[in-house]
């Protein structure tokens, strides 16, 4: 560390030169006016513990202690102390605040010597002194006047220094108080100029940050380098020329100058730890000024505080987490807030799209995109160093798009949950229980969680089909090595999303199998509710389904859109307004689909009407027919339960053979069996599977021909051959 970086850090040093320079001026001044035989006078009983300071200082400068120091001794005295003074103000943190502020000179002697007997209480008494048999306690500008023997024409100048408009007032440095009486001693002159608490904090070194700061605000110090962090080496690269930007521009002086740096990206990215490695890499400390805490009717206030407070320390502020609904908020007005910050800052910006923030000062903007997968394990493995032996967090760091600090979060909880049991070791379960959470407040009320209980054997799909499912499945496993280790993300901007449409009648297993892809991936699938995206009015329904993917993307969850024929329906000739406004709403899907980066599962069972512009966007299209007899008897048997009773008549090929049903309906008649058979207090057998079967047929819309018209329910239906049915569903 440098000799200049060393007096910045250490406040004692440059403090204490320019207190030695106050007290100078004060005995000077005292000792004109004892030599003129005004005030005070030498056997005066308040001049005894005075003259013992003032001995003790002359002994501590090399003078003689035995006598008053004549005033050549003091003029060499002051001489030496204001050069001394004037050195250090290059490097410490007053300096820097008059650099970046435009503080006149007067304004800072004045600042000064409104600090200093509020930290060296002794002056108190001296400077009463000075003033004189009205005793008037305090600094105003009557005394600093007097202190530096000002001439009439300074003294008028010197009014500026309490003009609202110039900063000491305007930044609240400083506020002049009341006048003490209605006397002629009520004039500007000679009302008492009292630092802020802010100021007399910092100057007196104290760490802390005042009650009311405190609650939104906190002062750190970083590390000035990246080495500990985990980052994928374009974002290291990237930030580490902003840090070293940083460094240069400090090192040169103009750091206050420099562009402020606009970070944005997803919750937990790092946005504040990065603005304190930036910080760190200037030699500065970092004040976080957190918008989000406390009453938005006091904005106004707490960022001036927090302006100010990092002005004082010579500290970077960092304004964040902000979001684009706060900036978006017309009663704050963030950009008039910072319009006339003179000192250098960070911003960060909680989005997933790059952020609209007009400002007058000029900004450096950096993308903290999500880490890729070799990034998230290793998170995952510092966060999480002796799992149980369920943990997977491979599987965890391919199927989670989480950020750095949702990870921390993630594996913090855990932690806590499996120590307060005894002292477990993390399980599984512990980190997945965490991660849905996070799933579930992102998405909100604009979609459901979906469980799914089959498994993939009670799935029927031939072997070709199933090929195509293992394939759409492989994208998202191996998208960071095709994507990033094989180089396929350089040549594909867009596009990357896995989508796939499952089209098909009623009761093939669509929603089945959009689960089990989920299951298979480890991920949960939300259904998107539609009843709250779609919206009678222009734009709104665009607007909402914007969102949707938005946090989809965040939540990293399998989107289910079911029923997709009422979003992606064919765009038609343009008619009439509705037309027009139908076919910007398909455009709008379509382009927001090709830039979605998560996974996606369209069914419908209309896929005539689906829009044909769709397909190009598909990573799979699978038709799901309605089984045939083979497979309809595998059906049945995965539908029944191990543990259900079952009588010794059961034909699962009499079942497929008779009743033509697909999957879903296959197992509702297997649960309706069930039931009745329990109301019976008999096991399920071959008549509750029959009349099970033909009264989902009956729910679908066609009429079965029954054997024994007692079977089923109370229609009168005819009896003839048992499987024989005539489809009413068409019409």
Request: proline residues 6%; contains cysteine.
């Given at each position: ?8 850090v250490?406040?004692?040093t440059?403090?204490?030169?320019e207190?030695n320079?106050?007290?100078?001026l ?10 003129a035989?005004?005030r ?9 513990e ?16 035995a ?26 943190p ?26 060296d209480?002794?002056l ?12 008037r306690r ?23 220094v309490?003009?609202p408009?110039?900063?000491l007032?305007s ?18 002159m ?10 007399l ?8 940050l ?8 906190t002062?750190?110090r ?7 962090l ?20 400090e ?15 997803p ?19 970092l ?12 904005f106004?206030d ?24 706060f900036?978006?908020?017309a ?6 807030a910072?319009?006339?910050?003179p000192?250098?800052?960070v ?6 799209q ?28 510092r966060?999480?160093p ?5 943990v ?6 391919r199927?989670?798009h ?5 990870i921390?979060?993630?594996a913090?909880?855990a ?7 005894d ?27 979906i ?17 195509r499912?293992k ?25 990357r ?16 199998l ?18 709250i ?9 665009e607007k909402?389904?914007?969102k ?14 079911d ?6 329906a ?14 910007l ?13 998560g ?12 829009d044909?512009?769709?397909q ?15 497979e ?16 010794d ?22 649960v ?19 009349r ?6 009956e ?9 024994d018209?007692s ?6 239906s ?9 489809d009413f569903?068409?019409?």
């Amino acid at each position: 560390m440098s000799d200049t970086a060393a007096i910045t850090v250490n406040p004692e040093t440059w403090l204490g030169a320019e207190l030695n320079h106050v007290w100078l001026l004060a005995e000077f001044n005292l000792r004109q006016f004892q030599r003129a035989h005004l005030r005070p006078q030498p056997d005066s009983p308040q001049m005894a513990e005075i003259e013992g300071i003032f001995a003790a200082r002359r002994a501590a400068r090399g003078a003689s202690a035995a006598a008053p120091a004549d005033e050549t001794e003091l003029l060499r005295a002051l001489g030496d102390s204001q050069a001394r003074r004037d050195e250090l103000r290059k490097v410490s943190p007053i300096g820097r605040l008059g650099t970046g502020l435009g503080l006149r000179t007067m304004e800072i002697e004045t600042l000064i010597v409104a600090l200093a007997p509020h930290i060296d209480a002794p002056l108190a008494d001296v400077l009463a002194l000075l003033r004189g048999a009205q005793a008037r306690r305090g600094v105003d500008l009557a005394l600093i006047a007097q202190l530096f023997r000002l001439k009439r024409a300074d003294r008028i100048a010197l009014l500026d220094v309490v003009d609202p408009d110039r900063p000491l007032l305007s930044w609240r440095m400083v506020q002049v108080m009341p006048p003490e009486s209605a006397e002629a001693y009520g004039s500007v002159m000679y009302r008492a100029i009292q630092p802020t608490f802010d100021v007399l904090s910092v100057m007196s070194e104290r760490s802390d940050l005042s009650p009311t700061l405190s609650r939104c605000a906190t002062l750190t110090r970083h590390p000035g380098n990246l080495d500990d962090l985990a980052l994928d080496p374009p974002m290291r690269e990237r930030l580490q020329r902003v840090c070293d930007g940083a460094r240069h521009a400090e090192a040169q002086g103009r750091l206050d100058s420099w562009p402020w740096i606009l970070l944005w990206g997803p919750r937990g990215i790092g946005k504040g730890e990065l603005a304190g490695r930036m910080a760190g890499a200037a030699g500065r400390p970092l004040l976080m000024f957190n918008p989000n805490v406390g009453d938005r009717a006091l904005f106004e206030d707490l960022i001036r505080r927090a302006q100010r407070e990092a002005l004082l320390r010579g500290a970077i502020l960092y304004v964040g987490p902000m979001t684009l609904d706060f900036l978006a908020d017309a009663g704050l007005n963030f950009a008039a807030a910072m319009s006339n910050y003179p000192g250098a800052a960070v911003l960060g910006v909680q989005t997933m799209q790059p952020p609209r923030l007009k400002l007058d000062h000029p900004v450096q903007e950096v993308e903290l995109k999500l880490p890729t997968e070799p990034v998230r394990l290793e998170l995952w493995q510092r966060a999480v160093p002796n799992p149980s032996p369920d943990v997977d967090l491979p599987k965890l760091a391919r199927g989670f798009h989480m950020t750095p600090g949702e990870i921390a979060d993630i594996a913090r909880e855990a932690n806590l949950i499996a120590n307060n049991e005894d002292g477990r070791l993390v399980g599984h379960g512990d980190l997945r229980a965490g991660v849905e959470r996070r799933l579930r407040n992102e998405l909100g009320e604009m979609a459901r969680k979906i469980n799914v209980a089959p498994k993939w054997s009670d799935l029927v799909l031939s072997d070709e089909d199933m090929q195509r499912i293992k394939e759409f499945i492989s994208r998202k496993l191996y998208a960071d090595k095709v994507y990033n280790d094989w180089g396929f993300g350089d040549r594909i901007g867009y596009g990357r999303g896995i989508i796939a449409l499952l089209s098909g009648p009623p009761g093939t297993g669509k929603t089945m199998l959009a689960g089990l892809i989920a299951k298979d991936l480890d991920l949960e699938l939300y259904q998107v509710d539609l009843s709250i995206v779609v919206s009678k009015w222009i734009g709104e329904t665009e607007k909402q389904l914007g969102k949707v993917f938005d946090q989809a993307e965040r939540a990293h969850a399998v989107l289910l859109f079911d029923e997709a024929d009422a979003l992606f329906a064919k765009r038609t000739e343009v008619t009439t307004a509705n037309d027009r406004y139908g076919n910007l709403a398909v455009n709008y899907l379509l382009q927001r689909l090709e830039q979605y980066t998560g996974i996606a599962v369209l069914t419908t069972n209309k896929e005539a009407v689906v829009d044909e512009a769709l397909q190009r966007r598909l990573s799979l299209h699978l038709h799901m027919r309605v089984p045939e007899q083979p497979e309809r008897e595998r059906l049945w048997h995965s539908f029944l339960p191990d543990k259900a009773p079952r009588a010794d008549d059961l034909d699962f090929s009499a079942l497929s053979e008779d009743y033509e049903l697909s999957g879903g309906y296959i197992k509702n008649a297997m649960v309706r069996a069930a039931f009745l058979s329990v109301s019976q207090d008999q096991p399920i057998g071959m008549d509750n599977l029959r009349r099970a079967a033909i009264l989902e047929l009956e729910d679908m819309g066609r009429l079965a021909m029954r054997l024994d018209p007692s079977v089923g329910s109370d229609k009168g239906s005819a009896s003839s051959l048992t499987g024989d049915t005539i489809d009413f569903s068409e019409g």
